[in-house]
Each structure stands twice: as C-alpha cells, then as structure tokens.
C-alpha cells in the first residue's frame, strides 16, 4: 500500500484548488522522539509532508495558517512572491531538501501575510528539525535560536493561553539545546513551581530536564544558579 494519498486543498492566496499529498495515519507512529518533540519514524515522515504548496501561485501554508486573506495580504504576497514564482508541483513524494524547501517557502509566506508568531514559530522549529536529521548542528542552531525568540514573543503575547505550560517547557528546551544553562533553569523552575498550571505531563519533563541539567552543569563543572542548589524541583 501506498503510504501516501492525495488531498485537495483550496488555494488561500489564487483560490486555485490543487492536490497535495499527506501520510497514511496508520504510518504516523513515531519510533522516538527527541525532548523538543523532534519525532523519528520507521518508513515516510509525515512532518515531510505538512506544508501544502500551490503549484500555480506558490503560496505555502500549513493547516495553522488563517483560511482567508485580505486584499493587502494577497497584494504583499504576489509582490513578494507570487509575481517571481516558477511553477513547480511539489504535491507528489518529497525529498528531505524538497521538504525543507517547502518549509523556507512556508516561512516566506508566512512573514509576508503577518501570519501568527506562533505559526512563525513552529515553522522555524521544524526546519531545525529538517536540519537535526540531516545532521547539519549548525545551521540547527541558528534555526533553534529563531525559534526561541519566536516563541518567546509568543509568550509575552499570549501570556493567558491554556498551551503556556508546554510553550514555557519549549522555551527552557531550546535554551537547554543550546547551551543557555542558566535561562533553561529559569523556565523549566516556572513550570515546577507555578501552583496555576496542571499539565502533570509538562510537570514532569520539566522535572526530568531541570535534572539533567543539574547532571550536565555538574560533570562540566559548572556554577549551579542559586534556584538549582536551593532547591531540589
């Protein structure tokens, strides 16, 4: 059995209705996944397959961007964009560089129609993915780090969201990831000690992490920030 099948999706940007394909559900179990939700799979990714590309504009979207667009957002994108597009169909299989492509395009399109933070943030996120499975740590990093800014603008506004506990763990991941021992401890401890939040599952990973950086900032023989000695989480 094929483990991809076609969907058809109406353009947001041209209206034009094209065909994009998505990933079996019954083959979307990850084997593993990394402590920032990075998830690895057995056969086909299904994260190769999230952003729909319009073959006759170009607009690249997700299933989190706005269903409409004004009449400003369509006059900046085909400025930006749309009017320099070359028709390429990626609605079949993907490679790991079409994938990515797919995702810069995401990106673009995203920052030209003022789309969410949040949908910019989770964009950046998996294109640090993109690059965590091809190995390249580098251009990973810089990709992190564009996504703990965005996230972090997500925070301040949207301080009341029900998601804050899982937002408040990435932040202090992605700190972990790259090297920022001290602001990891900061907003793991947020998430140990706020008496409002009861994600037990958010609880815990930031327990688990909060941890391992104890471990790690120790065997490096690194200063423990003074929350961390003081206090067990």
């Known amino acids: 059995?094929?483990?991809?099948?076609?969907?058809?999706?109406?353009?947001?940007?041209?209206?034009?209705?094209?065909?994009?394909?998505?990933?079996?559900?019954?083959?979307?179990?990850?084997?593993?996944?990394?402590?920032?939700?990075?998830?690895?799979?057995?056969?086909?990714?299904?994260?190769?397959?999230?952003?729909?590309?319009?073959?006759?504009?170009?607009?690249?979207?997700?299933?989190?961007?706005?269903?409409?667009?004004?009449?400003?957002?369509?006059?900046?994108?085909?400025?930006?964009?749309?009017?320099?597009?070359?028709?390429k169909d990626y609605g079949g299989e993907r490679t790991e560089r079409e994938a990515l492509e797919c995702y810069k395009l995401s990106l673009l399109t995203a920052q030209t129609v003022d789309e969410s933070i949040r949908v910019i943030a989770g964009i950046l996120h998996h294109i640090a993915w993109l690059y965590r499975y091809q190995g390249n740590h580098e251009q990973e990093n810089r990709f992190l780090t564009f996504a703990l800014d965005a996230y972090i603008k997500v925070f301040e506004t949207e301080r009341n969201s029900v998601s804050n506990a899982r937002l408040m763990y990435l932040i202090g991941e992605l700190n972990r990831r790259l090297n920022r021992y001290h602001e990891a401890v900061r907003w793991f401890g947020r998430v140990i000690n706020d008496k409002k939040i009861m994600d037990a599952g958010m609880i815990r990973a930031s327990r688990e992490m909060w941890q391992k950086l104890r471990e790690d900032m120790s065997s490096g023989g690194l200063e423990l920030p003074e929350e961390m000695s003081q206090n067990g989480a």
């Not at 559900?25 to 999230?50: E, G, H, M």
């Not at 073959?55 to 400003?72: D, H, K, M, Q, Y």
């Open 1 to 87: 059995m094929d483990p991809l099948y076609q969907i058809s999706v109406t353009c947001a940007c041209c209206e034009t209705s094209f065909k994009t394909s998505r990933v079996r559900p019954s083959l979307k179990r990850a084997i593993r996944s990394d402590s920032d939700f990075c998830s690895y799979f057995k056969s086909v990714n299904p994260d190769f397959y999230v952003v729909r590309v319009c073959p006759f504009c170009g607009f690249a979207s997700t299933e989190s961007f706005a269903e409409r667009l004004n009449a400003n957002q369509k006059a900046a994108y085909y400025e930006k964009i749309g009017n320099h597009w070359a028709a």
